[in-house]
């Protein structure tokens, strides 16, 4: 049996690895620390910001426009199509603003309360701070106005081109005295996304949260190696898979209890995500076949990140019914999963 992706996977798949990430960050800064968390926000966002920045500004028809105004329109934009608030005020060629009003996507829910301000602020540094460097513009920084983690209603700054050289440490700068202007939005452009389809832009913000996950992966494993991130990523995803099983099996209308239903759960969430997956019983188990890994191809993550994913699924079947066992093979073919009492 064949599973189709549906707007409901959407929704589950958009709302797990949202919580994932967050997840892993709240679990480096109590088990690792707050400098080793703010490692992992700077090199995830800064590994995000070398794949999507550039390629992103001209997808979205924003390479022509002065540097400060292209790049607070492209958060703009871009988060805005993740599903993420965001709001953009262009003073003038040289200055403008973005801002993240609350709830804050990245950090949802009570998770805000645990986040130090340094790993927030790593996020700036890690992708607005780079920004003028990738342009080639070296007078190009960020000015921070603004944190939530620290009270502030939204996360703000602007872009700004000081018209000279700027240094390293000027590249992201903070300003809590400044406040960003109203937002207006009559006054700023917008996507056709506005005329998309719900399932067409659901599809779009499950691509966003992949995107997190896609990335984090990598991350770890360049900073921690595979034994730390097999064994922390893989705690926050069952954590993860734990509390949102819940929330996840209602979106996709699945009720607790058999290994089949949760065969239907796992199989609809991997083709929301892209994959072509079949269900089969098979001596006295329900198996799953996915043909290949769609979300870490070319990656080649290894065996020890695929365990950590895995136990988001571990910890859902945990509340599915604490019974029934998963049990994975991952391979160049792709992933097989057999799930048994």
């Given amino acids: 049996m064949e599973i189709e992706p549906s707007l409901a996977g959407y929704k589950a798949v958009a709302r797990l690895y949202n919580a994932l990430m967050t997840g892993l960050v709240l679990t480096l800064v109590s088990r690792k620390g707050e400098d080793a968390a703010a490692q992992f926000v700077f090199g995830h966002f800064r590994r995000q910001h070398l794949e999507k920045f550039l390629p992103g500004l001209k997808k979205?028809?924003?390479?022509?426009?002065?540097?400060?105004?292209?790049?607070?329109?492209?958060?703009?934009?871009?988060?805005?199509?993740?599903?993420?608030?965001?709001?953009?005020?262009?003073?003038?060629?040289?200055?403008?603003?973005?801002?993240?009003?609350?709830?804050?996507?990245?950090?949802?829910?009570?998770?805000?309360?645990?986040?130090?301000?340094?790993?927030?602020?790593?996020?700036?540094?890690?992708?607005?701070?780079?920004?003028?460097?990738?342009?080639?513009?070296?007078?190009?920084?960020?000015?921070?106005?603004?944190?939530?983690v620290e009270g502030a209603p939204g996360l703000e700054g602007y872009y700004f081109d000081y018209g000279r050289e700027i240094s390293e440490s000027e590249r992201v700068r903070f300003a809590p005295d400044e406040h960003a202007p109203d937002f207006d939005a009559t006054k700023v452009p917008k996507l056709d996304s506005a005329s998309w389809?719900?399932?067409?832009?659901?599809?779009?913000?499950?691509?966003?949260?992949?995107?997190?996950?896609?990335?984090?992966?990598?991350?770890?494993?360049?900073?921690?190696?595979?034994?730390?991130?097999?064994m922390e990523l893989g705690r926050a995803a069952r954590l993860i898979g734990l509390q949102f099983y819940d929330e996840t099996a209602a979106l996709l209308g699945i009720e607790p209890?058999?290994?089949?239903?949760?065969?239907?759960?796992?199989?609809?969430?991997?083709?929301?995500?892209?994959?072509?997956?079949?269900?089969?019983?098979?001596?006295?188990?329900?198996?799953?076949?996915?043909?290949?890994?769609?979300?870490?191809?070319?990656?080649?993550?290894g065996k020890a990140a695929f365990r950590a994913w895995n136990t988001l699924w571990e910890g859902a079947l945990a509340v599915h019914n604490r019974h029934l066992r998963l049990d994975a093979e991952y391979g160049n073919d792709g992933i097989i999963w057999r799930i048994t009492r």
């Avoid at 990598?218 to 900073?223: R, Y």
């Avoid at 239903?261 to 188990?285: M, N, S």
Wanted: net charge neutral; with cysteine.
């Fill in 257 to 301: 209890g058999s290994a089949m239903q949760f065969a239907d759960y796992l199989g609809r969430i991997a083709a929301a995500q892209g994959e072509h997956v079949e269900i089969a019983k098979e001596a006295g188990a329900v198996v799953l076949r996915q043909r290949g890994w769609k979300l870490m191809a070319g990656l080649e993550p």
């Fill in 197 to 230: 389809p719900d399932e067409r832009l659901k599809r779009v913000e499950r691509a966003y949260a992949m995107e997190y996950v896609r990335s984090l992966v990598p991350t770890m494993l360049d900073l921690f190696g595979p034994d730390v991130t097999r």
């Fill in 60 to 148: 979205l028809g924003l390479d022509h426009l002065p540097d400060a105004v292209a790049c607070a329109q492209y958060h703009y934009f871009s988060n805005a199509l993740g599903g993420v608030k965001t709001e953009f005020m262009p003073e003038n060629d040289r200055k403008a603003w973005v801002r993240y009003p609350p709830p804050r996507w990245i950090w949802q829910g009570t998770a805000i309360c645990g986040v130090p301000a340094k790993v927030n602020e790593a996020m700036l540094h890690g992708w607005h701070g780079h920004n003028g460097v990738s342009l080639g513009n070296p007078c190009l920084g960020f000015v921070c106005t603004g944190q939530t």
